[in-house]
């Protein structure tokens, strides 16, 4: 009896244990399945996740998105958006709504080790900063002692207001507004003196309203926020997919592979280039991914640049410059391991 209770016990373990190692891949499996790619963006952020006029969603965000699509189906339009609120984008990742989650969200230590959530690479260095109309006559956050500062509830800004302000000896008033378009609102009409977000979002916010010249972003960066997508734990080879594929756009732009030249690039005799675009060594099977996931990618979205330049560049309503988010060798902190 007790040698039959331990072979219950061993083989009830043996399942769980193959139960586990089953979820553990069923990512890939199901979004393969289901032929599309299903990703959680933000409500509407012009210049990272907005529809244009035709319905189609546009934006560094997006564009992210369909990378990962290119990578997986060879086809960056198979990708479906879903809003996420900002209150509930990781409830929406966990309970599996959303394959991956890329909505300019801050990796943090807290989040990654208790929300069930990893986050892949850095895809813009930004930090936290304050917008305020130019009448209000200031230089320096230094000078917003006792104002009211409008923001989103769920995010990093009340604590790094916090410890900004006890650093300068000021106080503030933290006005909290449960959507973008309410927090705007709120700022565009006076309700507060200053609105504080990511640097990249008080661009867009500054981007949208009606007269852009009457806001200026003060100087200060008060945090370091790096915006990462994020998947659920224990699906590495996921991971691995999302984490890649942003390398590959930063490769891409590193090796001077375009979305015009990757046909050309493709005959290129630099081992590396070949290793990306797969025309040597077959890197996608070790993804589950077609060999030619890295052409896929550059031609269906283009490399990195291609993605800030026509979504955040200076060309753009946002009006962006790269600053830390320029490639390595060029002064910033963009860096994508080897592809080998």
Do not use: H
Not at 64 to 89: E, P, Q, S
Not at 173 to 184: A, G, I, M, T, Y
Not at 313 to 340: C, D, F, H, I
């Amino acid at each position: 009896m007790k040698r039959k209770f331990l072979a219950l016990c061993a083989a009830t373990a043996a399942l769980m244990v193959g139960a586990t190692a089953a979820q553990s891949a069923t990512t890939l499996e199901t979004v393969k399945a289901r032929g599309k790619l299903i990703c959680g963006v933000s409500l509407s952020t012009p210049g990272f996740a907005a529809a244009d006029d035709k319905g189609r969603m546009q934006g560094f965000d997006a564009d992210i998105c369909r990378a990962i699509a290119a990578a997986v189906f060879g086809d960056a339009d198979k990708v479906d958006f879903v809003l996420t609120n900002i209150n509930t984008r990781f409830q929406a990742l966990q309970s599996g709504e959303i394959d991956v989650l890329s909505r300019q969200t801050t990796a943090t230590f807290s989040r990654e080790a208790s929300l069930g959530i990893d986050f892949g690479p850095t895809v813009f260095y930004d930090g936290q900063g304050l917008l305020v109309p130019k009448s209000l006559g200031v230089a320096s956050a230094k000078e917003l002692t006792d104002a009211a500062i409008c923001t989103l509830p769920g995010t990093t800004t009340s604590q790094n207001l916090t410890d900004f302000f006890r650093t300068v000896g000021g106080k503030f008033e933290l006005v909290v507004f449960e959507s973008p378009d309410e927090n705007r609102a709120a700022f565009y009409s006076g309700r507060c003196e200053a609105i504080s977000s990511d640097r990249s979002d008080l661009a867009s916010i500054r981007a949208v309203a009606n007269n852009p010249d009457d806001y200026v972003l003060l100087p200060e960066t008060i945090s370091k926020e790096p915006l990462a997508p994020a998947v659920r734990q224990n699906d590495s080879n996921w991971r691995d997919i999302v984490s890649w594929s942003v390398y590959m756009l930063m490769a891409a732009e590193e090796k001077g592979i375009t979305q015009a030249n990757v046909d050309e690039m493709a005959k290129s005799e630099d081992p590396e280039i070949q290793r990306m675009l797969g025309g040597a060594d077959e890197l996608g099977k070790m993804l589950g991914l077609d060999n030619k996931w890295g052409y896929n990618i550059v031609k269906g979205v283009g490399n990195y640049a291609e993605v800030f330049d026509r979504n955040l560049g200076e060309k753009t309503k946002l009006g962006m410059t790269r600053g830390p988010n320029t490639q390595w060798n060029a002064g910033g902190l963009l860096y994508a391991p080897p592809v080998r």
